[in-house]
């Protein structure tokens, strides 16, 4: 494909081309233009000579021709019937007289004089001719007009090497202009391809470039025409394509989210409903069973009575606490949760929640210990919902007190990073291993104590941590220390 910069310098090299044609044509064809304007001319003067002939007097026709002659270069020879030179004006002296015959005798004859060695056709019934002077060997040209009762005729005639010089003077300065114009026109179309092409090879450029999706490049043009306005509207549509090539890439993301929140969500019912309907079997199956043994009367005393009311009372607690969370964990994953976020006393709710857990303390014999930061001592608040954040440090210490071994020591002690709040919670025992630290966040993943996965309990109580904890923009977390593992969470301190 040729280019626009090619495609300019052959037009102009065409009509650089085309000009010089014309001036050779010029050249070669204006001498015979000459000629015949030359010779209308001529043919004009002779027929005024022919008419002053027959109206004025012999001086003031002498007067002129003479005049006229010298004025146009022109030499006029009068002959008589008997082809006799009867009159010359200038040229005459080259044959020995000028001026009138007086004595009206002949000079020299025509046939004598010159012979005709060329015609021109100028018009219906009207020619000029070549004529050659034999005795000075010059070539003239000449019309002939006749007098209307053809007692004589006059020859008007101009030296043929005056129209010759005229015409090549005027080719040579043709060409002394045109061929310095051709060239510099040559050189000022390179220069202006160059110039008019070099922004659109840009442009071309940038193009090329979006369309495989590059929007870095901007067009940098001041032209101050078309090509700066093409060039800013490229600009504005690579920025528009650009823009919206980013909204567009952010609403599949929001797509994609949403596409996987709605899986996510169709998966948890039914993981749901799988995991309460197993859960919910064993209490059920041990109150099934203890409340037919004591419709049967297999037991026949008041101690073996009381148990199975003991059994079937406490599986029912259990079950109806299992319930309450299955319902809780369902509503903080569905998003269907609203909190209620309020400044919190982080001193407080801590103390609240390890007094409630004293009774197991004690009963368990566990040491716990609280250490509270010096800067949150001061000013202890954070932002959340009161409830949910007891339930998570219910469940974190929950957690610990089960899963505690070895010098049974509990420690919940907090720390002021920037604008964050941190609580730990940590317990004495066995590790868990690396690649369980994610898993435990899930609901229905149980671990036994030495933190392997364990079918004796419910696995709710990390899982409604992590999500009371997304619903607040926190984080949790756990990481194994040398002796033990520490639980966390992070929440944004209140501001006043």
């Not at 020995?96 to 009206?104: I, K, L, M, V, Y």
């Not at 009207?126 to 002077?133: A, E, N, Q, R, V």
């Not at 509207?233 to 650009?242: A, F, P, R, T, V």
């Not at 009161?386 to 089960?402: G, S, T, W, Y």
Request: charged fraction near 30%; include cysteine; aromatic fraction near 10%.
């Amino acid at each position: 494909m040729k280019s626009i910069k090619n495609k300019l310098l052959a037009g102009i090299l065409l009509i650089n081309s085309i000009l010089l044609i014309g001036i050779f044509i010029f050249k070669f064809g204006f001498e015979d233009f000459y000629i015949k304007h030359t010779s209308k001319l001529l043919n004009e003067f002779g027929n005024e000579i022919k008419v002053l002939a027959s109206e004025s007097n012999e001086e003031q026709l002498n007067d002129y021709i003479n005049k006229y002659g010298e004025s146009k270069n022109i030499s006029i020879d009068i002959y008589d019937q008997y082809d006799s030179l009867t009159f010359t004006n200038k040229y005459s002296s080259m044959h020995g007289h000028r001026g009138p015959n007086s004595q009206n005798k002949p000079i020299v004859s025509k046939k004598n004089r010159c012979s005709i060695t060329h015609e021109y056709k100028i018009g219906k019934n009207l020619s000029s001719y070549i004529m050659k002077d034999k005795s000075q060997g010059i070539e003239f040209l000449a019309t002939i007009v006749t007098s209307d009762d053809g007692l004589y005729s006059i020859i008007c005639k101009t030296p043929i090497s005056a129209i010759k010089n005229s015409v090549d003077i005027a080719s040579n300065f043709l060409l002394m202009i045109f061929i310095p114009i051709i060239i510099l026109s040559i050189f000022m179309a390179i220069y202006f391809s160059n110039k008019f092409t070099k922004p659109i090879i840009k442009l071309t450029k940038i193009s090329n470039n979006m369309s495989n999706l590059d929007f870095s490049e901007k067009a940098e043009i001041h032209t101050k025409d078309e090509i700066e306005e093409l060039g800013n509207s490229i600009n504005y549509l690579s920025y528009k394509i650009k823009t919206t090539m980013a909204d567009l890439k952010f609403k599949n993301e929001e797509l994609e989210i949403m596409i996987e929140n709605k899986i996510k969500q169709e998966k948890l019912k039914r993981e749901f409903v799988s995991s309460v309907s197993h859960e919910l079997k064993t209490p059920i199956t041990v109150i099934g069973g203890y409340a037919q043994g004591l419709k049967s009367n297999i037991v026949d005393n008041e101690e073996d009575r009381n148990f199975y009311v003991d059994v079937i009372c406490e599986e029912s607690e259990k079950m109806g606490l299992m319930v309450n969370d299955l319902l809780d964990l369902y509503k903080l994953e569905s998003k269907t949760f609203n909190l209620k976020k309020e400044k919190l006393n982080i001193n407080e709710l801590i103390k609240k929640v390890v007094k409630k857990q004293e009774f197991v303390l004690k009963e368990k014999e566990i040491e716990i210990m609280v250490d509270i930061d010096e800067e949150l001592k001061n000013a202890p608040y954070a932002i959340g919902d009161k409830i949910r954040i007891e339930q998570v440090l219910n469940n974190l210490i929950d957690n610990a007190i089960n899963y505690v071994t070895n010098e049974n020591k509990i420690k919940v002690y907090t720390e002021l990073i920037d604008e964050d709040v941190y609580i730990y919670i940590y317990n004495s025992g066995n590790k868990i291993k690396e690649e369980d630290l994610q898993k435990i966040w899930y609901s229905f993943v149980r671990l036994d104590k030495a933190r392997t996965y364990n079918s004796n309990r419910i696995g709710l109580g990390l899982a409604i941590v992590k999500e009371i904890m997304e619903l607040h923009d926190g984080e949790c977390g756990a990481k194994n220390t040398d002796d033990g593992v520490v639980f966390w969470i992070k929440l944004k301190k209140f501001n006043l």
